[in-house]
């Protein structure tokens, strides 16, 4: 079964850094895309960055020049380094995947790591 595992949340301050990170496995036989969604209370689960291609990642005008998402391919893994963080940042961030596996081609969703930003 495919999983997506996350970690690297917290509680910051404002203007601080944190550098999340969501691992994939289980019979993957290619990703073709992966990156990360938030949540915040009471809010629409929102685009923050997404790899569509190699070398081409949208993000999130409310992120952009502060986040940068890098990605490990030889590890099924990727990186969100999230810079000045804001209270808005606060959110749940859950890792996104469209994956075909051994088993079927199919999005998937990690379980989700919090982030706090406090003022």
């Known amino acids: 079964q495919v999983q997506l595992v996350e970690s690297g949340g917290g509680l910051v301050q404002v203007g601080d850094s944190l550098r999340l990170s969501c691992a994939a496995s289980?019979?993957?036989?290619?990703?073709?895309?992966m990156g990360w969604y938030r949540q915040a209370p009471g809010k629409q689960r929102e685009l923050v960055a997404l790899?569509?291609?190699?070398?081409?990642?949208n993000y999130a005008d409310s992120v952009k020049g502060r986040f940068t998402m890098s990605r490990d391919s030889g590890k099924n893994t990727v990186f969100l380094q999230m810079n000045s963080l804001k209270p808005e940042d606060t959110a749940v961030y859950l890792c996104?995947?469209?994956?075909?596996?051994?088993?079927?081609?199919?999005?998937?969703w990690g379980q989700g790591t919090q982030v706090t930003v406090s003022s």
């Open positions: 996104y995947a469209y994956i075909t596996s051994d088993y079927d081609t199919a999005a998937y």
């Open positions: 289980g019979g993957i036989v290619s990703i073709r895309r």
């Open positions: 790899a569509i291609s190699r070398g081409n990642t």
